[in-house]
């Protein structure tokens, strides 16, 4: 008994501590990928987050790539991660009625926060994409529950929102990188008007968008917004005319298979 207790002990301060190693490498490190074809796809999956006009200009009407969201790649706690969400597919979801496939929603991405179209679901875009998120979510175990620390969590205000109060904060924080039009300056995407995502976005929802801009942005002061200013500035970027999502755009689609089979 003894000699398991110290053991037990031991196992505690050595070998069952450095187990903790992999959870804290990197979610992503371009040296660690699997060797050879694999490894290629998640980069290539990767890229397609970053430099998505670069790469799908056909699929993407938006000035948009889908890390303007997804920061750093999808990577960052709380700045859109995709670490563990290959877990929680498929899953129902209440605006098709229906379950959804990771595609399925990797599609609404593209018709909505791209207001593009997506494309097929065996091209090898796709399957890059679903291979990379699948590769940040490794470790976690399929239906996990999502980690509070890693989703972004949405709060309620504190007092109804108010634009008004909202434009003043635009003006003083925002307006210098995302332009007094709020059309985007230079590499700094935009959050409104004709180049934005369209209304069926998640980013199109209050909640949302205060939940983001409170733990992301301003970008070069992230975390400095109060709870109560995050849903200001979000009711006023909010106000502005955007894109309307149009149906006909999945016309067209599936566009390019894949030339494995
Ligand atoms: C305008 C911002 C925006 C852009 C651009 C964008 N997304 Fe998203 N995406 C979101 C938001 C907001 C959510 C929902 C997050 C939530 O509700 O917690 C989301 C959710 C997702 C999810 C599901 C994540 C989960 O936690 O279940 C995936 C996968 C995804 N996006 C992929 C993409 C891909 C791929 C692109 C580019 C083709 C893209 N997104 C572009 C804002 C964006
Ligand atoms: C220093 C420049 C800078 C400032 C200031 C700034 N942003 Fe951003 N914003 C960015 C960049 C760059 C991105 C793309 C994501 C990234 O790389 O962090 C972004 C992304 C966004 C997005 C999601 C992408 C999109 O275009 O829809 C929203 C929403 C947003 N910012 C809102 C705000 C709000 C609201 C403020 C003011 C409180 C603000 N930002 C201040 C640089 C900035």
Redesign the pocket.
């Known amino acids: 008994m003894k000699k398991l207790a110290l053991f037990l002990a031991l196992c505690i301060l050595t070998a069952c501590a450095g187990q903790k190693t992999p959870a804290q490498a990197p979610l992503y490190d371009e040296k660690a990928l699997p060797a050879g074809a694999p490894g290629d796809m998640i980069r290539y999956g990767r890229e397609l987050i970053v430099n998505t006009r670069a790469h799908m200009r056909g699929y993407v009407v938006a000035n948009?790539d889908c890390?303007?969201?997804h920061?750093?790649g999808g990577t960052k706690p709380k700045?859109g991660s995709f670490a563990g969400i290959y877990g929680q597919f498929p899953q129902w979801n209440a605006r098709a009625h229906r379950m959804i496939a990771l595609q399925d929603r990797l599609a609404e991405c593209f018709l909505y926060s791209m207001n593009g179209r997506p494309p097929s679901y065996n091209s090898r875009e796709m399957i890059a994409l679903v291979a990379y998120i699948a590769y940040l979510s490794r470790g976690t175990p399929l239906g996990a529950t999502p980690d509070p620390a890693v989703k972004l969590v949405k709060f309620a205000p504190p007092q109804p929102a108010s634009a008004q109060r909202g434009a003043a904060?635009?003006a003083q924080?925002?307006s210098?990188?995302?332009g007094a039009d709020g059309a985007?300056v230079a590499?700094?995407?935009?959050?409104w008007g004709p180049t934005?995502?369209n209304g069926g976005a998640g980013?199109h929802r209050l909640p949302t968008?205060a939940a983001?801009?409170r733990y992301?942005?301003?970008?070069?002061?992230p975390g400095s917004?109060t709870p109560q200013?995050?849903y200001d500035?979000?009711a006023f970027?909010l106000s502005h005319a955007r894109p309307k999502f149009q149906g006909a755009r999945l016309v067209g689609f599936p566009v390019r298979p894949a030339k494995y089979f």
């Open positions: 948009l890390a303007a969201c920061i750093a700045g904060l635009y924080k925002c210098a990188c995302h985007g590499i700094f995407p935009p959050l934005s995502f980013m968008m983001f801009v992301n942005m301003p970008q070069n002061a917004l200013e995050a500035v979000s970027v």
